[in-house]
């Protein structure tokens, strides 16, 4: 099945192949984890290495998308298997040099704080409200009388 997978990103000539492999490159990291370290570092990891380094480097041609994943998922199997292992599993001068190249660069990049749930509307903080209501009955704007079913009869009455 790996082989196939790889084999299919070798493709270039349909619009769609730049997905095809940012997609790849995005569940890799989690297939690696699924096999295991020894596994994937014994079977799978140099089958991908050159498509993958390829892949990374900014000027293969590839769409910024599958660039990107590209980098993501060499920074993610070099902390599985190891910066050292993984380095010394490229084999050319330029699959080297990409690779300082990406993981200088994510080490330079700003870090987001951590959330432990995730909110549509970005980090805590980021949104300021006035307060938080308590209860529903507190951020009600109407009066209770305008809702109890008697409060039309109080006004009919008065009429």
Known sequence: LM???????RV????????????LWKQLP??????GKQRFKRHYLQMFLDQLMSNADSRSGGSQLSVHAASQCVQELASLVGQGIF???LEDMWQQETFDRIMQERQNAPRMPHMDTFS??????LIQTRST????AD?????TSLHSPHAGNAFVKSL
Do not use: W, Y
């Open 133 to 136: 209501p308590s209860s529903f």
């Open 12 to 23: 270039k000539h349909f619009p769609q192949s730049d997905d095809l492999r940012a997609t």
């Open 87 to 89: 380095r010394g599993r």
């Open 3 to 9: 082989t196939e997978l790889i084999d299919v990103c």
């Open 139 to 143: 951020a009600n704007p109407f009066p």
């Open 120 to 125: 549509p509307f970005g980090p805590p903080g």
């Open 30 to 35: 989690v297939m690696a984890k699924a096999l």
